[in-house]
């Protein structure tokens, strides 16, 4: 049976958007066009050139919503502002597409020590140990983020102020 141009067109769709439905798509067959925009934004991010980082991920993302990596990126950025919380939201998108990615949860292990959240990081620590299954790089730097805590910023934030009466507190 030959199929037409058109049959087969329709037929290759069906068959994508099957697959799509059912299970992740390989890193690989991420549109190409939406790695080269994430890994341009990587080097923005480097420069610490933020907002022109954030436009070529979520262009990235506009043109493959299944490119972890812009996900994950993304959360760097975040990070890189001193926005935790926004960074483990977006971690948490790279992780339902793969909830085993160590590099997702690693970061989103360091925004949670951001944030003061040490407990929670230390249960990200023991599943990036248990994905890695050997001694990884992931591993060590979360671990490192854990023993050293959160920002002081963050503590001090946690303290009550003594000096401060009650009534100005609010």
């Known amino acids: 049976m030959r199929l037409t141009p058109i049959a087969l067109s329709l037929a290759l769709a069906l068959g994508t ?6 299970g992740q798509r390989p890193d690989d067959q991420i549109d190409p066009r939406s790695v080269a925009l994430a890994q341009q934004a990587e080097a923005l991010t480097a420069a610490a050139q933020y907002e022109q980082a954030v436009d070529l991920l979520e262009t990235a993302l506009a043109v493959d919503p299944r490119n972890r990596g812009a996900y994950i990126a993304l959360a760097r950025v975040a990070q890189g502002q001193k926005l935790p919380g926004k960074a483990i939201r977006l ?6 597409l793969e909830p085993n990615d160590v590099n997702a949860l690693a970061g989103q292990g360091e925004a949670l020590v951001q944030r003061g959240a040490l407990e929670r990081a230390k249960r990200n620590l ?15 730097t979360l671990a490192a983020a854990i023993a ?6 963050v503590l ?15």
């Not at 248990?130 to 992931?138: L, T, W, Y």
């Open 91 to 96: 971690y948490n998108e790279a992780l339902k």
């Open 17 to 22: 958007m099957a697959s799509a439905g059912h």
């Open 156 to 170: 001090s934030a946690r303290a009550p102020d003594a000096a401060v009466p009650a009534t100005e507190k609010n």
């Open 126 to 140: 023991e599943k990036v140990k248990a994905a890695c299954k050997s001694q990884c790089p992931q591993a060590t």
């Open 148 to 153: 050293k805590g959160p920002p002081p910023e």
